[in-house]
């Protein structure tokens, strides 16, 4: 990195350090460092020679700051043509759709929902503060509630037949981990957390591992961390693993926003 470069990320401590009261000069200049970044410059992290990963965190800091500095524009998919019943959702207030976030018209997305890469059908209501991380898909009906996480690749299940079924809800501070699929009206409640890969349909038998006790079918339950476990079932042909819902932990007041804080950092983009 030449040294002009290694100056320019140096004043991403600096711009850090007055972040909540930055000169008009520091949106061109944190654009300047993410053109660093872009251009494979800067890192934000890297293998060293000893194979240790060393973090640099005036790139880091470089792209919260983005966050905090860059305005909202909006832009077009190019050449990209659909062919449809629907149209797609016009931008809401307040709301952030990165290109190829792809929201159906009759989709609801509160103010402050950023909804990356992803898939949202329609009917889907989407309330404030929740992100929709890549490859996510928010099927029709499905009820995510406020400052919810939906990870990369997680599977929100519709339910938009049969038309009395319950659809998915996924209720206000829940956190739903990589490629986790919650479908058939299943339920996570408020605050719970998924880990990644969970599998939870209407039918999944829940078990809370301190206790033993077996909990309500198809439920996260509230503020507590949960993960896929399997439970063993006697068939004629034998002794089978079945994939069930463990709820490994229940969340104090005190830890109940640990692994937010991230997230904090990207909502707060207006
Ligand atoms: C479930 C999760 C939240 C638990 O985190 P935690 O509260 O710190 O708990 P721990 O990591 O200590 O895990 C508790 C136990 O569950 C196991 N476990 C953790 N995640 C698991 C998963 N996804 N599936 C199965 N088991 C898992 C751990 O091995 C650990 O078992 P052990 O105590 O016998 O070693 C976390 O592991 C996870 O999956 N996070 C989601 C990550 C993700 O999808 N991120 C997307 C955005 S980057």
Not at 149 to 168: D, F, N, W, Y
Not at 187 to 192: F, N, Q, T
Not at 207 to 223: C, F, H, I, K, N
């Amino acid at each position: 990195m030449t040294a002009a470069a290694t100056a320019l990320l140096d004043e991403a401590d600096e711009l850090w350090e007055r972040r909540d009261a930055l000169p008009g000069t520091a949106t061109e200049r944190v654009r300047a460092m993410i053109e660093l970044v872009d251009s494979g410059v800067a890192r934000s992290a890297r293998v060293d020679e000893a194979g240790d990963v060393v973090v640099d965190e005036r790139v880091k800091r470089a792209i919260l700051l983005a966050f905090r500095l860059f305005p909202m524009a909006e832009s077009h998919a190019g050449e990209f043509r659909y062919v449809d019943r629907l149209p797609l959702k016009a931008p809401a207030a307040g709301v952030r759709i990165v290109p190829g976030g792809i929201v159906r018209w009759g989709a609801h997305l509160a103010p402050g929902v950023t909804v990356m890469p992803s898939f949202t059908n329609i009917g889907a209501f989407v309330d404030e503060g929740t992100m929709i991380d890549t490859w996510a898909t928010v099927g029709s009906c499905a009820q995510i509630g406020k400052r919810v996480h939906l990870s990369g690749g997680s599977g929100i299940g519709g339910v938009l037949e049969p038309i009395g079924a319950t659809p998915v809800v996924v209720e206000d501070d829940a956190f739903v981990g990589s490629r986790a699929l919650v479908v058939e009206g299943a339920r996570v409640r408020c605050g719970a957390k998924l880990g990644a890969g969970v599998v939870l349909t209407a039918s999944t038998r829940v078990y809370d591992v301190e206790t033993g006790e077996e909990l309500p079918r198809g439920e996260a339950p509230a503020w507590s961390v949960c993960v896929s476990g399997t439970r063993i079932r006697s068939f004629p042909g034998g002794d089978f693993g079945m994939s069930c819902l463990l709820v490994v932990k229940r969340l104090a007041e005190s830890e109940r926003h640990d692994k937010t804080t991230l997230d904090e950092v990207f909502r707060a983009h207006r």
